[in-house]
């Protein structure tokens, strides 16, 4: 089984900020990444596919990078919508999310 | 517009049974596949059941194998999870998800999510 580890559990930002998430794959998965934001209460959002695409109607702020074992989410300037979890996908083989991480307000 | 909306969760004692029901509406169901992914309380996401489009193919994670059942009706654009023996590491919100591929890799990702089933497995 592919495992997905992903790094900060938890992160505090102020609006403007620079936030990178970073997910490792224990084997490599090629570019066979997506990224998912989650509000309280509702259903995960796809936000990033095969590692850099931006999923249609999501903000530029949004991007992704890495291939094989190491990825990043990368959003260049933090806005109130952001603060959220964000959890990686890997769907090499079957599929399998990362931990999450939180994004909250410093 | 893709509308992806569960029903059927609810209280169930261990051991006990539950169906889950998802119905799709806004894209051609037959020709996409589907699964199911779960939250247990306050904790992250789990890839639980897929199914391809022709409903001849499914797929389980290991800790639903033998116990979860997944299955499609393409003529009621609805998608099933018939869960058994369940336990009380079962209690989650499960949420149905649209399966989109990257065209000629065998690879696929959920696009569309539903808002969710909670499932409350306890005596």
């Known amino acids: 089984d592919i495992q997905m580890t992903q790094s900060p559990s938890t992160l505090s930002a102020s609006v403007g900020d620079r936030v990178t998430i970073t997910c490792r794959a224990s084997q490599s998965i090629s570019s066979w990444l997506a990224w998912y934001q989650q509000k309280p209460g509702k259903a995960p959002k796809l936000l990033i596919y095969k590692s850099s695409s931006l999923e249609s109607g999501v903000p530029s702020r949004f991007s992704g990078s890495g291939s094989g074992t190491e990825f990043t989410l990368t959003i260049s300037s933090l806005q109130p919508d952001d603060f959220a979890t964000y959890y990686c996908?890997?769907?090499?083989?079957?599929?399998?999310f990362g931990q999450g991480t939180k994004v909250e307000i410093k | 517009e893709v509308q992806l909306l569960e029903s059927g969760g609810g209280l169930v004692q261990p051991g006990g049974s539950l169906g889950l029901s998802c119905a799709a509406s806004g894209f051609p169901f037959s020709t996409y596949a589907m699964t199911w992914v779960r939250q247990a309380p306050g904790k992250g996401l789990e890839w639980v059941s897929t199914i391809s489009s022709s409903g001849g193919n499914t797929y389980y994670a290991d800790s639903v194998k033998g116990r979860f059942t997944i299955s499609r009706d393409t003529s009621k654009n609805t998608l099933f999870l018939q869960m058994n023996s369940l336990r009380a590491e079962d209690t989650a919100v499960y949420y149905c998800?649209?399966?989109?591929?990257?065209?000629?890799?065998?690879?696929?990702?959920?696009?569309?999510w539903g808002q969710g089933a909670l499932v409350t497995v306890s005596s």
């Open positions: 998800a649209k399966i989109l591929a990257a065209a000629g890799t065998g690879r696929y990702y959920f696009d569309s």
């Open positions: 996908l890997q769907y090499d083989r079957y599929w399998t």
